[in-house]
């Protein structure tokens, strides 16, 4: 893991509110990887968490992040969890009318954002608009302030997120006129990340076909995420602001836009690096290639788990000269079903059992949310890397909780 990557994002994504004129409240969603480190940078950076969890909180706070710099979302919260935030300060996205009463009994004041189900979406999260009405009605002013709305979208798309917002300025109007405070609108997460090329991607789509993978097993074309993202991250939160002036509506109305980013925080700031304990020769459509072993499982490469693949290349190490051989990627477990890379991907030269292989860009999701000690394997340590003031020099220690091993 590398923190200071993820401090540059914030910056990134601070620099567009900047220029747009907007305030702008970043708080980056928990869930996209479990690293200590993340939430310290996220702290260092003056910049907010979205929790989901008791776990998940204390997490946060544990890494710096003050009460009022928390987001508090999913469905269903539990009392326990809706009092934590409460006591906290922190901001709660309301799922339903069911939480938001249970919310007034707390004695808060509770700070809450009503979360919105989107127009024409069968989401199970949010509320439709007659109950968006109702609890704007009948919210009493005293044990919940109603700071305003927060949504999220599925996709990665610019416009419909700041259509979205659009309308709900007019909400949030409405809102003041009942004695709400009103104060923020929350667009959620979904910045994409860019993580090949163009050229790489199109030629990938273009070519892709049974025959490339191990067993003849592709993923349903689909199912992958989409690895070359012409607007990620910041450039897409500049289109949103840019779209129906939105930038200007929100600074006329004063209303400060929150976002939610998990993976676009991420981008570029972990590797997956795995050992190799084993390699195999076969043949398929008679050519041979190799089936590696490495020393961890498909559950540190999440994408897998959505019956799709991880797919921008892992890096050999050390890079030598030699003969490009096709190499698929098996885990240590005894499931047959345990591969990391079904696609006989061109390594550059053969493995051997003394290299790394190193999967790029994976600390958005991929590396630790499905891990478990599957087999009694042991969860796999995170090293941390960090580089002294001027970037010459680099210094690594163990991910911990509280204090740098
Ligand atoms: C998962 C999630 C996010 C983060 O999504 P990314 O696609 O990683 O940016 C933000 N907000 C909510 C409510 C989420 O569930």
């Known amino acids: 893991m590398y923190p200071d990557r993820v401090v540059a994002n914030i910056r990134a994504f601070e620099r567009i509110f900047t220029s747009a004129g907007v305030t702008g409240a970043i708080f980056y969603g928990k869930k996209a990887n479990k690293a200590a480190c993340v939430v310290r940078a996220c702290a260092e950076a003056g910049c907010g968490v979205d929790v989901s969890s008791a776990d998940e909180l204390k997490a946060a706070k544990a890494g710096g992040i003050r009460g009022r710099d928390l987001m508090v979302t999913g469905p269903a ?72 709305f927060s949504f999220h979208l599925a996709g990665y798309e610019a416009n419909p997120r700041a259509d979205l917002a659009l309308s709900l300025i007019e909400r949030c109007h409405e809102g003041r006129r009942l004695g709400h405070p009103m104060t923020t609108i929350s667009i959620g997460g979904g910045f994409g990340v860019d993580y090949v090329p163009s050229r790489a991607w199109e030629t990938f789509l273009r070519g892709v076909n049974p025959r490339w993978f191990h067993g003849d097993r592709a993923p349903h074309p689909e199912s992958y995420y989409p690895y070359h993202c012409p607007i990620p991250g910041p450039a897409m939160l500049a289109a949103i602001l840019e779209r129906s002036n939105l930038a200007d509506r929100l600074r006329r109305s004063g209303i400060k836009l929150a976002i939610e980013p998990g993976r676009a925080l991420l981008d570029q ?19 041979p290639y190799h089936i590696l072993t490495v020393n961890g499982t498909s559950l540190s490469l999440s994408e897998q788990w959505f019956d799709s693949e991880y797919l921008p290349d892992p890096v050999l190490w050390p890079q030598r000269p030699g003969n490009t051989t096709p190499t698929c990627v098996g885990g240590s477990s005894c499931l047959e079903d345990d591969m990391l890379s079904w696609r006989r991907i061109p390594l550059p030269r053969s493995a051997t059992t003394e290299d790394l292989l190193i999967y790029p860009n994976t600390a958005g999701y991929q590396m630790d949310s499905n891990e478990s000690s599957f087999h009694g394997l042991p969860l796999p340590p995170k090293v941390v890397l960090r580089s002294s003031p001027d970037g010459r020099q680099f210094d690594w220690n163990l991910d911990t909780d509280g204090f740098p091993i």
Do not use: C, W, Y
Not at 88 to 116: F, H, K, N, Q, W
Not at 270 to 285: E, N, P
């Open 269 to 287: 700031a972990g590797s997956s690096v795995f050992g190799i304990q084993g390699i195999k020769t076969r043949l398929a459509h008679g050519l």
């Open 77 to 148: 919260k539990s009392d326990v969890l809706l009092q934590m935030a409460t006591r906290d300060d922190a901001l709660i996205a309301v799922d339903d009318l069911d939480e938001l009463a249970r919310s007034s009994t707390i004695g808060g004041p509770s700070r809450v954002l009503l979360r919105v189900l989107p127009p024409r979406s069968n989401s199970r999260f949010g509320m439709t608009e007659d109950e968006l009405d109702l609890a704007l009605r009948l919210t009493d002013t005293d044990s919940i302030r109603l700071h305003g």
